[in-house]
Every structure is written in C-alpha cells, then in structure tokens.
C-alpha cells in the first residue's frame, strides 16, 4: 500500500509478556517515528530513526523498551516484561526527509496489557 | 515542553468559523498540525516553518507567530467532516534529530 502500515492492530498481552510491534513506513522515506498514545491524549515521542541509525531514543520510558531498523525499512518496537501502564496504542510515523517536512502516521497498534 | 492547546473542546453548527491556538514557552522551529478521529491516525493538514508565515488550503490556514512561539489553526465554515481531535506538535530543535511533542488535543464537534 501507499501509507504506512502497522502490525498487528490489536494486541493483548499477559503481564510480563515481550511484544513485537511492527510498522512499515512509506517507501523511499528516510525518517521514522514512534510515538505512544495514551486514550485522550496527543501522541508522545518515543524515539526517531534516520535510515538505519537510531538519533534520539530519549523518549523511551524504560530499559524495556527496544526499537530497531537494521535496514533502514522496516521497523520493530520489542516491549520486554510488559506492564499495565505499557497499555496505549503505539504509532509509526514516516517522512522523506527530516525536518522540514511532513510526517505520515499510520493507524497504530493498540496493545492492551492484561 | 508539552505545546498548550485551547480551548480543549469546542462545539460548533455546521458553518461556523472555529480557531484553534498552541502555545509554547520555547522557541519553535516548526509547528504541524494533525487531526485525528477516533480510532484512527492523525492525518498531516499542514506544517509551519519558522519565520512567522501564514498557509492555508482549502477552508483551513494556520499562522505562526514566532515571537510569541504560537500558531493558530483557523476552519472557515466547518463541515461535518471537520469534526474530531487537532493536534499541534512543535520541533523546537530545527537540527533534524528529535520528533515532534504534541499538545493535549483540542476536541471539535461540528452539528449539522
């Protein structure tokens, strides 16, 4: 497709779980984002990716989160040992180039911690 | 810094004009404007570089008031189709090696 796709949709997670979240930006485009999401709140930086090389990982919440792009494509968010606050819907977002430039979200992965 | 949306909701009939502002107590780089419905992604409506200009598509525009570090989203006799959450986020870096911060979310219900 066109956009940026994210899997899966939906996740539910037993505490302590690891989770896999995948997202596939635009192709051709540069800069990739991750962004957490509360219900009822804005997204919230997580981390950013300029082709393969991670630039700021300084929204990451804690050591239990990972984020890779080994090829410079797609990307993977790894939550080890989930919690009940990791619950929020995480979401991709891709640019051709960064900054400057607009950034196209995808839908999300609403991952629910049980 | 978290940008500071207002109002936080706003309730409008078909046709009306609606403004929305984001505020910032750091100087911006940039500011992007998002909508987002429920359940779904936020959608780009436009992006406001530093140097204070003014863009606009369609019945929507934005300003950018780099003094103040405010930008101002403006919707000109508002469609159904207008309604949902507006976002703002602000780059404060310029240097192209951060993500956005986003607002709060202002809520917009357009009623025929």
């Known amino acids: 497709g066109a956009g940026v796709s994210q899997s899966p949709r939906y996740k539910v997670a037993k505490r302590g779980q690891d989770v896999a979240l995948r997202c596939d930006p635009i192709?051709?485009?540069?800069?990739l984002f991750w962004y957490q999401q509360a219900l009822g709140q804005g997204p919230e930086f997580l981390t950013y990716?300029?082709?393969?090389?991670?630039?700021?990982k300084s929204g990451l919440p804690s050591d239990r989160f990972f984020a890779e792009r080994p090829e410079g494509s797609v990307s993977t968010l790894k939550i080890q040992r989930t919690q009940q606050e990791d619950s929020a819907v995480y979401l991709c977002?891709?640019?051709?180039?960064?900054?400057?430039?607009?950034?196209?979200f995808g839908q999300g992965t609403r991952l629910t911690v049980v | 810094q978290q940008p500071v949306q207002s109002p936080q909701a706003v309730i409008l009939r078909e046709g009306e004009d609606a403004v929305i502002n984001c505020s910032s107590s750091?100087?911006?780089?940039?500011v992007h404007w998002y909508r987002q419905k429920h359940g779904e992604a936020p959608v780009f409506l436009m992006i406001?570089?530093?140097?204070?200009e003014q863009k606009g598509h369609d019945k929507i525009s934005a300003s950018f008031n780099e003094k103040k570090q405010q930008s101002s989203l403006y919707l000109t006799a508002s469609q159904l189709s207008y309604s949902g959450t507006y976002f703002c986020?602000?780059?404060?870096?310029?240097?192209?090696?951060?993500?956005?911060?986003f607002g709060k979310g202002t809520h917009l219900i357009i009623q025929p």
């Open positions: 192709s051709g485009h540069v800069s």
């Open positions: 406001l570089l530093k140097g204070g």
């Open positions: 977002a891709s640019s051709l180039r960064w900054p400057n430039t607009e950034a196209f």
């Open positions: 986020g602000t780059e404060i870096g310029g240097g192209g090696a951060d993500g956005l911060t």
């Open positions: 750091k100087a911006l780089y940039s």
């Open positions: 990716f300029q082709n393969e090389a991670q630039l700021d």
